[in-house]
């Protein structure tokens, strides 16, 4: 079996996420989407509502898996059973660090691949943190993450917990 990992901070969920894991299951069997605590980030949800948005958004789609990791990639990579990472690449500007940490990863574990994926066209713009900075000034969201994930958003904007 063909097992992709497809790990990310994921804060929140976007169309642009749900893009590519459909792609990367044209090439898998099986992806894991692995929803990272993001230490180094400021996430704007929590752990378990990044993971409640990722399950709700992927329900449906046979062969995803959604798990929260931690950790050195490889190593969970590894112990998943997966021999590849998935990562997007939307513009020149992710490249360089995507490539970095490519070889890195490979320089620790040679035996998992990074596979790079380029999402549609209308995705190239889009990322949470884009999402997030609309939401916050009053923007429309709709299409650019799942209902769910636009519902909080808007919550948020609104001083209300989602």
Request: cysteine-free.
């Amino acid at each position: 079996m063909r097992i992709a990992f497809y790990p990310g901070t994921i804060d929140p969920i976007t169309t642009g996420h749900l893009d590519l894991i459909r792609r990367a299951l044209r090439l898998f069997d099986r992806v894991i989407v692995a929803v990272g605590i993001g230490r180094d980030k400021a996430p704007m949800f929590t752990m378990e509502e990044r993971m409640a948005y990722v399950t709700d958004a992927v329900r449906g789609l046979d062969g995803v898996e959604v798990r929260p990791f931690d950790g050195l990639l490889v190593d969970v990579v590894r112990e998943a059973g997966a021999h590849a990472i998935v990562r997007g690449l939307r513009a020149v500007s992710d490249f360089e660090y995507e490539f970095q940490m490519a070889l890195m990863n490979r320089r620790l574990e040679s035996e998992i691949e990074t596979v790079f994926l380029m999402p549609s066209e209308s995705y190239t713009y889009l990322n949470s943190t884009v999402v997030k900075e609309v939401a916050r000034l009053g923007g429309n969201v709709g299409g650019l993450v799942p209902e769910m994930v636009e519902r909080a958003l808007v919550e948020r904007r609104a001083g209300r917990n989602s």
